[in-house]
């Protein structure tokens, strides 16, 4: 195929100019990194709203000292916030008759590992035994912890599918016991697959009583929140202010100061995630548009540069028989090979960035499918767009002027 | 096998125009070893790019192997380019960074011949111009001769039917241009149409037919008796 034949011919250039083909790549990494870290770091935070949100119900609301941002002034006051203890879970308990049901949660990845077999990044969640009330999630076989697994600080475990698929295909997994991290824990139950989400897995994690987690964690570096159940809908309001007078007072806010805390309902987090979707796409939209032309223009630039002080190679070309669309074709290859490779560690770039900007407000994020295609298809896009000029240019020369041109 | 009819070339120069050729009418057979002379400025090399369809004429027409070229698009003469003719320079115009090897396959790669032929097709060539063991060495790290072998395997390399050289001994000592004249010579006894630009009288007498050329125009059309030749044939 001449089209591989030109494939490496445009290889070999990119070799022979590293400097040039650097500084390109340059161009693009930066306007991809700022379009991965914004889709990511977005993605991150409505991912996790979106994940509770769908398992909890009416009149359930989530209290933790830090679960959303929008603005950037609130980012730095956030993260200076004091995580949620057990002493609040303790107040809110006794103090807050509206309070249903309290249950406190902590959280933790760690590698799971059942015999020679292991699963990385498997989230922990250490809760009480009533969160299997509040939140919906349906036992496939066997049961949750109960209130004296709890109590006893029983190391038993309750496994998402893909744990169980995982380790346990084709066997009985109740009774065996798996490793999390450094300890052994006994499976005592499998919920039902929940599917995935963005082409991610929902079905990688396992909870264990909140008494085991903190005996093999210590108290969870990013906090507690805790999932609060009021009776009914309409005692919702009340059931927050109760508990919002609890912890104002136990974290000492200033009566004309507002809550160092956040509290979510089902409702308001599916008002925030709106809001955050269409943030989302504005910022999305800007901050690719931008990228594409900064990055276009140094495609183009060096280019053209390229085209010009190879022009006697391009003469050389056609005079012995290469047609337009040979030129053409060697030239976009260089173009696009840049642009791609400089998306791709943009990519990797933008997620690394974006995962420890999500990481100081203490989430979780995963590269998304969505991302990484946004990313793809920037640097595929202003490879084409931005090379094809350039490209042409080379194309069209006139084999004579070419072979003279000093 | 070339035929010409009133072919002219004007360049635009601002509102001035030039003249570098002036209604060239020739015809040239298979098989022929033609040389073209002429004082500098004369339209050798205007001519010669337009035999080797790098170029196209401004008014007139061209008839390669009975095909008319003379009004053929960019892709179509590049087809031509490389199936039918083989041009040597006088500067090389080789890639620099490319090996001998490399640079001899670069009209195979445009034609779609891969790997293993296309290798071996390249090997043969630079064998053909006695440069076997010099296949891997840049155009640097070779001789100016050698260097113009070359770009000769290079023209060779596709069979062409039509072998131009335009003052393919330019940039050589009179020594180097021996060799290379008896390559080319060598070419033209195995049946090659050859067509030669040169300055030298002694370069031209190769040929068997010497073509002048005057302020563009052919003022003089002669055949070299045997018994002038230079070179063995
Ligand atoms: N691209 C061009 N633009 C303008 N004029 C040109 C161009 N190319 C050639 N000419 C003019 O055309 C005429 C013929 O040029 P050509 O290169 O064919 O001469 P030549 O016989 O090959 O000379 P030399 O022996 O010096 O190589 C000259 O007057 C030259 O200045
Ligand atoms: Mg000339």
């Known amino acids: ?406 | 096998m070339i035929e010409t009819r009133d072919l002219w070339k004007t360049y635009e120069m601002g509102a001035e125009k030039v003249h570098a050729l002036r209604g060239v009418s020739i015809s040239i057979d298979k098989g022929e070893y033609v040389a073209i002379m002429g004082p500098s400025g004369s339209g050798k090399s205007t001519l010669m790019n337009l035999i080797g369809c790098l170029d196209t004429p401004t008014q007139g027409e061209y008839y390669l192997n009975s095909r008319k070229v003379s009004q053929m698009n960019d892709d179509e003469l590049a087809a031509i380019r490389n199936r039918e003719i083989g041009f040597v320079f006088q500067t090389f115009n080789l890639l620099p960074r490319a090996t001998a090897l490399h640079n001899v396959e670069l009209p195979l790669i445009y034609n779609g011949t891969t790997g293993q032929d296309r290798r071996a097709k390249a090997m043969q060539a630079l064998e053909k111009v006695d440069l076997g063991d010099r296949v891997t060495h840049k155009p640097s790290e070779l001789s100016g001769g050698q260097r113009q072998r070359v770009a000769m395997a290079r023209a060779l390399v596709n069979d062409p039917s039509l072998l131009l050289a335009d003052e393919p001994t330019g940039n050589l000592d009179s020594k180097t241009s021996i060799e290379i004249m008896k390559l080319i010579d060598e070419l033209h006894r195995q049946g090659n149409t050859i067509i030669i630009v040169t300055h030298e009288r002694d370069i031209a007498r190769h040929a068997h037919r010497i073509l002048s050329i005057l302020d563009g125009q052919i003022a003089e059309d002669l055949t070299v008796p045997e018994s002038q030749r230079n070179g063995v044939h």
């Open chain 1, 1 to 406: 195929m001449v089209v591989f034949s030109l494939f490496r011919i445009a290889v070999s250039a990119l070799r022979a100019h590293r400097l040039r083909s650097g500084l390109t790549l340059l161009g693009v990494i930066i306007g991809v990194t700022s379009v991965m870290t914004i889709i990511s770091a977005l993605e991150g935070m409505a991912g996790a709203i979106e994940e509770d949100l769908a398992r909890l119900g009416p009149s359930t609301f989530v209290v933790r000292h830090i679960i959303f941002i929008t603005s950037d002034e609130m980012f730095w006051e956030k993260i200076k916030r004091k995580p949620i203890d057990y002493k609040a879970v303790e107040l809110i308990e006794n103090g807050c008759e509206l309070c249903e049901k309290v249950c406190p949660r902590a959280y933790q990845s760690v590698t799971a590992k059942y015999r020679d077999q292991s699963l990385r990044d498997v989230f922990v969640t250490g809760a009480t035994a009533n969160y299997v009330d509040i939140v919906d999630f349906e036992v496939e076989q066997g049961r949750f912890h109960s209130f004296e697994d709890d109590l006893y600080r029983r190391p038993v475990v309750f496994i998402g599918d893909l744990v169980r698929e995982t380790f346990f295909e084709g066997v009985d997994p109740i009774g065996r016991e798996i490793k999390l991290g450094t300890n052994k824990y006994t499976v005592i139950g499998v919920a039902k697959k929940r599917g995935s989400m963005f082409g991610e897995s929902q079905d990688d994690f396992v909870i264990i009583p909140l008494s085991a987690f903190s005996r093999q964690f210590g108290f969870p570096r990013r906090g507690l929140s805790i999932v609060v159940k009021a009776p009914t809908v309409e005692d919702l309001d009340e059931a927050m202010d109760q508990v919002r007078i609890i912890l104002r007072a136990q974290r000492h806010v200033p009566y004309d100061k507002p809550d160092d805390f956040d509290m979510v309902t089902a409702e308001s987090m599916l008002d925030l995630l709106n809001s955050l979707t269409k943030i989302f796409r504005l910022g999305l939209v800007g901050i690719s548009s931008i990228s594409v032309v900064v990055g276009g223009i140094v495609v183009m630039n060096i280019m053209m540069v390229s085209v010009t002080e190879r022009t006697r190679e391009i003469g050389i070309r056609k005079s012995v028989g290469a047609k337009r669309r040979h030129v053409l074709i060697q030239f976009m290859f260089e173009a696009l090979m840049l642009t791609l490779s400089g998306g791709l560690l943009g990519i990797i770039l933008g997620f690394l960035i974006a995962k420890s900007l999500v990481g100081m407000l203490d989430m979780q994020i995963t590269p998304s499918a969505l991302a990484i295609i946004a990313g793809l298809t920037i640097s595929t896009g202003t490879g084409l767009v931005f090379g094809i000029y350039p490209a042409l240019k080379a194309a069209r020369m006139d084999p004579i002027k070419a072979l003279s041109y000093e």
